[in-house]
């Protein structure tokens, strides 16, 4: 199990009081296990030192916020693709069939797109196939951290690590996704053809 990907799932899900009693041994672990360069862990203890000095319900309003009202940083990939209604939940059943063909149980009431569930199901990978992965949808998420950079929002840290752990780095030119050209984007290739896939059959534990 990965535990940087697991890490930064949690950094992205919604906060509650173990997150946030978490959050340091959290930076301590990717330190540890090493993937990250050390400006971005650097930026990551920042984040955790904010976020751990908060009010936990200010900070959950903050979430809210940041992630749930506004669809420019949602965190439902699918939510970036504009198209057909009927081809975005078709792509969502295929994924979800994929996490379920390689052993991974979604936890009840979320949706297989949530980055903070793929990035869970990348954890349970080995390091190559996970990176594979990743870069799939890396231009999607390379848009939502563009918007946080923008507005200077401390989240911008964690979307950055995610990034930076892609072997492909997203194209700099503005893309527009539609439901008809996911194939294109890439994203779709897993639904396609999964490519042979080893990591645990569980769900990962820190």
């Known amino acids: 199990m990965i535990k940087t990907y697991k890490i930064l799932s949690l950094f992205l899900s919604y906060p509650g009081q173990d997150l946030q009693d978490f959050l340091h041994e959290g930076t ?3 330190r540890r296990e090493g993937l990250l360069e050390e400006t971005i862990l650097t ?15 200010d900070w959950q309003a903050h979430y809210v916020i940041l992630f ?15 198209g057909d209604s009927k081809e975005r939940g078709q792509a969502m059943a295929d994924l979800l069939d994929f996490y379920n063909g390689e052993g ?28 594979e992965l990743l870069s799939q949808p ?19 840290h964690v979307f950055k690590a995610v990034i930076s752990l892609s072997p492909v780095m997203p194209d ?17 290739e897993l639904y396609q053809e999964p490519p042979a896939l080893s990591g645990e059959s569980t769900r990962p534990e820190i």
């Open 104 to 131: 991974f149980e979604m936890k009840t009431g979320e949706l297989p797109d949530y980055l903070p569930a793929f990035l869970e199901f990348l954890s349970s990978l080995d390091k190559q196939k996970a990176s």
């Open 172 to 188: 700099k030119e503005d893309f527009k996704y539609t439901a008809g050209n996911i194939m294109n984007a890439g994203f779709d």
């Open 68 to 82: 749930d009202i506004s669809r420019n940083t949602s965190l439902y990939i699918f939510e970036h693709l504009s």
């Open 43 to 57: 930026s990551l203890e920042e984040f955790a030192s904010h976020f751990s000095g908060m009010d936990l319900i």
């Open 28 to 30: 301590e672990e990717l």
């Open 138 to 156: 890396v231009d999607v998420i390379n848009r939502i951290y563009s918007v946080l950079r923008e507005s200077n929002s401390i989240y911008r």
